[in-house]
């Protein structure tokens, strides 16, 4: 049996069932901290944690724009990504402490995006031996109040 290393897209078709109420990623940009699990927010992008992780504290960046063509981006939202996809690493090495990261862009349904008309950045913090854990967190419902946690403590640990 083949181990799969880096896998987000498989929780991403979980988020994407719930898609009718538009872009969950501008939905998020548009509403509240709390309710969007919105940990950063910049000029031109924010970060955000997946409502579906792969991991704790896996986290998104986006372009606060609706832009689904990574080409399409303006070089301050390119720089603002970057700046805040590092903050993040800095946030989640001083909360959970983990061995490794996975940054990644799924781009297209078949590359896995769940979200294919807003890109973004993932950034899956790894431990060693996660492997086989992930697929079984995988299937377990997140509870919300985990989430929420995890967003305030991430927001907390957030490099100025
Ligand atoms: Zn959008």
Not at 63 to 68: D, S
Request: charged share 20%; proline share 5%.
């Amino acid at each position: 049996m083949t181990k799969q290393l880096w896998a987000p897209w498989r929780l991403e078709y979980v988020g994407s069932a719930n898609e009718q109420d538009g872009c969950i990623l501008c939905r998020a940009n548009e509403g509240d901290d709390e309710e969007g699990l919105v940990v950063r927010r910049g000029k031109h992008a924010f970060a955000l944690l997946n409502r579906f992780p792969y991991a704790s504290g896996h986290l998104m960046v986006a372009p606060a724009r609706h832009v689904g063509e990574l080409t399409d981006l303006e070089d301050v939202e390119v720089l603002e990504l970057h700046r805040l996809a590092g903050q993040g690493l800095g946030a989640l090495a001083e909360t959970y402490g983990p061995q490794g990261f996975n940054l990644g862009w799924n781009l297209g349904r078949i590359a896995g995006a769940g979200v294919t008309d807003h890109v973004h950045m993932h950034i899956v913090p790894r431990w060693a031996g996660d492997t086989n854990f992930m697929p079984v967190l995988a299937d377990v419902k997140v509870l919300p109040e985990h989430l929420t946690e995890s967003r305030r403590k991430l927001a907390d640990a957030w490099p100025a």
